[in-house]
């Protein structure tokens, strides 16, 4: 089932679902929806940390490791396999703007 998806679709799609991106090059198929973390552990020394509280180590990090990627808080992110290639890979629909209640589903706290 082929179809072009626009900002006015449902952002949750099923799995199976067959999208082409804005520029109709790549063709995907979504296996599901996830949620794209940030890992701080890969940030560049010394920055090891996303909040500085004063002049610090790179060994003394203070928190989760794993943080929601603020960047992709407002689109929804699908794990999709690339049909020309046969790869698979996390993708973020940043043409697709989530409503307030699918941003809370999406990325809130469970």
């Given at each position: 089932?082929?179809?072009?998806?626009?900002?006015?679709?449902?952002?949750?799609?099923p799995a199976?679902?067959?999208?082409?991106?804005?520029?109709y090059s790549?063709?995907?198929?979504?296996?599901?929806?996830?949620?794209?973390?940030?890992?701080?552990?890969?940030?560049?020394?010394?920055?090891?940390?996303?909040?500085?509280?004063?002049?610090?180590?790179?060994?003394?990090?203070?928190?989760?490791?794993?943080?929601?990627?603020?960047?992709?808080?407002r689109h929804?992110?699908?794990?999709?396999?690339?049909?020309?290639?046969?790869?698979?890979?996390?993708?973020?629909?940043?043409?697709?703007?989530?409503?307030?209640?699918?941003?809370?589903?999406?990325?809130?706290?469970?």
């Amino acid at each position: 089932m082929a179809s072009s998806i626009t900002r006015e679709c449902s952002p949750l799609w099923p799995a199976g679902t067959r999208f082409h991106s804005p520029g109709y090059s790549f063709s995907y198929e979504v296996v599901g929806p996830c949620c794209r973390l940030f890992d701080r552990e890969q940030l560049p020394w010394p920055c090891c940390r996303i909040a500085w509280r004063s002049k610090e180590p790179s060994w003394r990090r203070i928190g989760r490791r794993l943080v929601v990627d603020s960047a992709t808080k407002r689109h929804p992110s699908y794990w999709v396999r690339h049909i020309e290639t046969n790869t698979m890979m996390v993708i973020t629909l940043y043409w697709v703007e989530l409503p307030a209640s699918d941003r809370q589903w999406w990325y809130g706290k469970s």
